[in-house]
């Protein structure tokens, strides 16, 4: 079957550095998507990996490690208005998002 | 990022009545668009594919005949909650796949349903 994991929640200082891991068995793979979703707002696209790596986006990087199924979003210089779930989607072979739950990110002062 | 419109974006119905919620990519050309739904504290559920010119392909669970889904051009594709009922009060939120390298979904802004 196919399977995105990633951690429920998550709290972290402002100002401080945040990893929020994702590990997915898939049918196939077409890339590794990052989302973010404000609490009662729809997903804003954040990232998209393809190719083993670090892709860096201002405070904001993911990494892929396809050999491991692996993919994390690391957050820098964190700020309040971080506070969101971040959705890990990967896409399988026929181009379907297969969505994790999301992790819950707490920023606190 | 490419932009996608919802509309409405707060339907507040009695329940029996039908509601049809628009999803437009202002920008782009989607030949596929994503319905999806979400109720408080939980994760996306996807309901069903929308493609361009041919019938929805709705996730297994999702009744065809209570959520009509029309794509009947490459940057519109509707949803219709027919016979709603209480429960189907949620958040539905709408995607357009950009295609290229990518094959990125964009969403729209979602619209809520509250059914009384």
């Known amino acids: 079957g196919q399977n995105i994991d990633q951690p429920t929640e998550m709290t972290a200082t402002e100002g401080a550095i945040v990893q929020i891991n994702c590990t997915y068995q898939t049918s196939g793979f077409n890339g590794l998507f990052w989302y973010q979703q404000h609490a009662g707002e729809a997903p804003t696209f954040l990232s998209y990996n393809v190719l083993d790596g670090l892709e860096e986006k201002g405070r904001f990087s993911s990494f892929l490690s396809r050999s491991k199924g692996y993919s994390y979003l690391l957050l820098k210089e964190l700020q309040m208005k971080d506070s969101a779930s971040y959705l890990c989607?990967?896409?399988?072979?026929?181009?379907?998002?297969?969505w994790g739950a999301g992790t819950k990110l707490i920023i606190k002062p | 990022g490419a932009v996608v419109s919802q509309h409405p974006s707060w339907v507040i119905c009695k329940s029996g009545t039908s509601v049809k919620i628009e999803c437009r990519s202002l920008?782009?050309?989607?030949?596929?668009m994503f319905w999806y739904r979400q109720f408080p504290k939980q994760s996306l559920m996807l309901m069903a594919t929308s493609n361009e010119g041919s019938k929805a392909t709705y996730e297994q669970g999702v009744e065809k005949d209570k959520f009509l889904i029309n794509h009947a051009s490459l940057t519109l594709s509707t949803l219709t909650v027919t016979s709603a009922h209480p429960e189907d009060s949620s958040f539905y939120i709408c995607?357009?796949?950009?295609?290229?390298?990518?094959?990125?979904?964009?969403f729209g802004p979602g619209t809520r349903l509250l059914v009384l």
């Open positions: 920008d782009f050309q989607a030949t596929t």
């Open positions: 995607s357009a796949r950009f295609g290229g390298a990518t094959e990125t979904q964009y």
């Open positions: 989607a990967v896409s399988d072979s026929n181009y379907q998002l297969i």
